[in-house]
């Protein structure tokens, strides 16, 4: 290797494309990445960002030999990938990838256009040539409604727009969104529209942009929804809180927000809570509660939760490799694959970080994760972990799944896995999994299901979506969460003993957190031994649903595609599913009242779940109490 510098490539052009891929890999602007940038202290890169970086760096520039470790600035990166392809005796940095591509001529000269795609880009962990303005937004860039909501906000904020951020929500593309955009700009009086800049520019904040001006309507009508408070810019960042608790306050005050009551009761049939808003304790006619099989309350499962904590202690206060693991934990990861049929099992602290753990430690920026629409979203945040590509198929649509795997497989690059809830927790429906497995095995991926809802209610055994289709052992990996049928707290991932073992290695979300207490281990073992010697529990679950599904379907009501414990009221307009909820619960019923972000904007409803306990009388007076309390609100025709 030669100490000459002319001897060197062209470090400028390096450094271009270094940058470039530094981009792509984090949430930077390419303005902010200069040659003294520490990695660490003014990046926040740490070693397992950095090791995605190197090895992106190193595809890139189509090095044959690992880089050096331990470069701190982004200057010593260069310098090293200088030196590297110096030492193959190769005087130019030609990339594995395209070259550093050239802004489309579509979108050259067009302010709105380039807003948007800068926006994308910071959004997203898109490169400049990947973001095609006619990408279909989820099922080719798998930018969701979330997303979305950020790039609509910093596109408008580039844009000089006031106000609150436009809905977004009937944009597919990037180029409608930005035709939308061009829309307001051209109907704002004195907005200077910006001259063109490169998309990795940063953008100057807008003067006086709140994202969530108030939007009375003539009768009075406050009209923004929880969306409304993601994007607001202000220095200072508890501005948001502010402008939301005047909001929720305001919700509270006409009775249409009613989150997070405290029970004085065990939650059974029937509950007794606080009613914060009418400060007194009622008893209530339950139907929020994802206790399925009635465990929660089951003798044998609290007299297992006591025993084992005098047993044991209350907690063990370590992760499963540090002090935090004994016998109990041991059994119940015994028990889980043997419920589940499958050969291994990892206890995870709880079905969110299951969900984040495993995706992360599998999928990486390489590979690509198929999602479906109405994902949970711990399934949602463990992909933005990942950093993988996230395409998102429409729901339940399995042409569309081919679709997008046929492409995806065509590109070639990485591994891919399909992850779809097995019942999803605000529609109740279930879903494709024959056809899932057949396109896996057709395009070479792999698959996860999501058993949270499915796990003691699905299947003649109750162990979930595989069983219910007689597909057991098709699945790669099962998750559930022991949150709800199971009566207990943690999350679980069941499949082949080397990728289970894989994942208790790789999965930071285990590594680093604390187990599940002794006796709450304890209890779960009870539960699946009350689900398998008391089949009746199950039996009685889909009786108790097909009563209350068919009263609620005659009187009229949208249950949508329900095959599960899980029913909803769907009403679409938010007003009007809170309105809703407040005549049901006025009535004595608790039931969930969901709107954004648990579901899209214009997708607002009851969520309904159904369990063993409840009797036919229970099932009886809620049917009467939902048609009552519809009528008045005007979500049924009054009565004849």
């Known amino acids: 290797m ?25 949430l930077y602007d390419e303005s902010h990445l200069r040659p003294e940038s520490h990695f660490e202290a003014d990046l926040g890169i740490d070693s397992v960002i950095m090791e995605s970086v190197l090895v992106s760096v190193r595809e890139h520039f189509g090095l044959s030999a690992a880089l050096p470790a331990g470069p701190t600035t982004i200057g010593e990166l260069v310098d090293a990938v200088g030196a590297a392809l110096a030492g193959t005796g190769d005087d130019r940095p030609a990339p594995a990838a395209d070259p550093l591509p050239a802004v489309p001529a579509e979108g050259t ?4 256009t380039e807003a948007v795609v800068a926006a994308a880009m910071r959004q997203t962990q898109y490169q400049r040539h990947q973001l095609g303005l006619d990408a279909d937004l989820e099922g080719e860039l798998g930018v969701d409604s979330v997303v979305l909501t950020s790039v609509v906000a910093e596109a408008t904020e580039r844009l000089g727009l006031t106000g609150a951020a436009p809905d977004a929500a009937g944009a597919t593309t990037l180029r409608a969104l930005a035709d939308a955009l ?7 009086p004195g907005t200077a529209v910006p001259e063109a800049a490169p998309a990795t520019g940063a953008a100057a904040p807008a003067p006086g942009r709140s994202g969530n001006a108030p939007a009375p309507g ?3 009508w406050d009209h923004r929804s929880m969306k409304d408070f993601t994007e607001q810019r202000d220095p200072d960042l508890f501005a948001k809180t502010r402008s939301f608790a005047g909001y929720l306050r305001s919700r509270e005050k ?34 929020a509660s994802n206790n399925y099989l009635g465990l929660a309350n089951h003798p044998s499962v609290i007299e297992a939760v006591v025993d084992a904590t005098r047993t044991y202690g209350a907690t063990h206060t370590g992760s499963r490799f540090i002090g935090g693991t004994n016998m109990l934990h041991k059994e119940l990861e015994r028990r889980l694959a043997a419920f589940k049929q499958r050969p291994a099992c990892i206890v995870y602290p709880g079905g969110y970080s299951a969900n984040l753990g495993a995706i992360s430690a599998l999928v990486k920026s390489y590979d690509t994760l198929v999602v ?26 399995m042409a569309d799944l081919e679709r997008i795997l046929s492409r995806s497989a065509a590109e070639g690059t990485g591994g891919r896995l399909i992850v779809a809830d097995g019942v999803f927790s605000m529609h109740g429906d279930v879903c494709d999994l024959p056809e899932i497995v057949r396109l896996a095995k057709e395009y070479d991926a792999r698959v996860m299901i999501d058993d949270a809802h499915a796990t003691g209610v699905l299947g003649v055994r109750g162990s979930g979506t595989a069983e219910h289709f007689g597909l057991k052992g098709e699945v790669d990996l099962e998750l559930g969460t022991m949150s709800k049928t199971l009566a207990g707290m943690g999350g679980f991932v069941v499949g082949e003993e080397e990728v289970v073992e894989y994942l208790r290695y790789y999965s930071n979300s285990y590594v680093f957190a604390a187990n599940i207490p002794a006796g709450v281990a304890a209890g779960l073992i009870a539960s699946i031994d009350v689900i398998e010697s008391e089949p009746e529990r199950l039996k009685r679950l889909w009786t108790n649903i097909g009563t209350l599904r068919d009263r609620l379907l005659d009187a009229g009501f949208d249950l949508e595609h329900s095959e599960s414990a899980i029913l909803p009221i769907v009403i679409g307009d938010e007003r009007r599913a809170m309105e809703l909820g407040r005549a049901v619960r006025a009535r004595g019923l608790f039931c969930q009242t969901v709107v954004y972000p648990g579901v899209p904007l214009g997708d607002a409803r009851l969520r309904v779940s159904v369990t063993c306990e409840h009797t036919p009388q229970d099932l009886e007076l809620a049917a009467e109490i939902f048609v009552d309390a519809a009528r008045e609100t005007g979500v049924l025709p009054g009565t004849p």
């Not at 490539?9 to 270094?18: N, Y």
């Not at 479906?372 to 649509?397: E, P």
Request: aromatic residues 8%.
């Open 2 to 26: 030669t100490d000459s510098v002319d001897a060197l490539p062209d470090t400028a052009r390096i450094r271009q494309r270094v940058v470039h891929v530094i981009a792509a890999r984090t």
């Open 109 to 112: 000269g067009d302010p709105v």
């Open 182 to 188: 061009r829309g307001l700009v051209a109907a704002a």
């Open 218 to 220: 003539a009768d009075g």
């Open 254 to 287: 006409d009775r249409l927000y009613w989150y997070g009551m405290p029970l004085h009761s065990r939650c059974g049939s029937r509950a007794v809570i606080f009613d914060e808003l009418e400060g007194r304790k009622r008893e209530f006619l339950m139907f």
């Open 372 to 397: 479906d629409r109405l994902n949970h979203m711990s399934i949602v945040d463990g992909a933005r972990l990942s950093g993988a590509v996230r395409k998102i198929y429409r729901h339940n649509d």
